[in-house]
């Protein structure tokens, strides 16, 4: 039996009342809302930070990370900009590489954001899928990941990555906004049944410190 208990993850009580109890080495997934993501992405990052190394891949060619922002996080929730690492990924093999080499990193956050995004329109080619959930799976094993996903190209609402990348996952929490309430739900828990939800105002997600001046990306990165 895989030992639970309850942790802060998000640092936003809703969420975190679904998610938990989690495990030690667990991986977890949001997807959905790109607005809500965005922002559970930025906070996830400043939280895990208090606790030890993040590792944080982000699989666009541009964008998706804004360190003013984590830095903002960071003086509400006193977190250590020094553990944060950044790695971007500009195709699916990059994304492959990165991961293999955070196999062997123990105790750590591993923080990926659209790890499927370089993958074709073709499902055919969803063998490439396949390896990274893989890698997910060997990485979660003395890890922390948290996964922030797109909602499957494939016409149902599930998260991209296909049925291994679902089975690898130990929770996985969808969320949309509707009008100006946002809805949390639950996907898959271990521990819970599914379909549980937790409802809030989109204002709470307004909750950010004012944007500060920030050092370059670059100071950031990680090469792999």
Not at 75 to 90: G, K, M, P, Q, Y
Not at 163 to 172: C, G, K, L, R
Not at 181 to 192: N, Q
Request: aromatic residues 10%; charged residues 25%.
């Amino acid at each position: 039996m895989v030992r639970s208990s309850k942790v802060i993850i998000t640092g936003l009580k809703p969420i975190d009342d679904l998610l938990n109890p989690v495990g030690r080495y667990w991986s977890i997934e949001f997807y959905g809302d790109s607005y809500v993501l965005d922002y559970l992405f930025h906070r996830s990052i400043a939280i895990q930070s208090r606790r030890g190394q993040v590792y944080v891949v982000v699989s666009l060619e541009f964008g998706g990370i804004r360190t003013d922002l984590i830095e903002a996080f960071c003086r509400v929730f006193d977190c250590r900009l020094t553990a944060v690492s950044i790695s971007r990924a500009f195709k699916t093999r990059d994304v492959v590489r990165i991961l293999e080499s955070l196999i062997g990193v123990r105790d750590s956050t591993v923080v990926l954001l659209y790890p499927y995004n370089f993958l074709g329109d073709d499902p055919s080619t969803y063998y490439e899928a396949t390896e990274i959930s893989g890698l997910i799976n060997r990485v979660s094993a003395e890890n922390t990941v948290l996964i922030f996903n797109t909602t499957t190209r494939f016409g149902s609402r599930m998260p991209e990555g296909g049925s291994m990348h679902h089975h690898v996952v130990e929770v996985i929490l969808r969320v949309k906004r509707l009008g100006r309430s946002v809805v949390a739900e639950l996907v898959k828990h271990p521990a819970k049944p599914t379909g549980l939800r937790r409802l809030f105002r989109v204002e709470l997600l307004k909750e950010k410190a004012a944007p500060v001046d920030t050092v370059s990306l670059l100071n950031w990165v990680r090469v792999s």
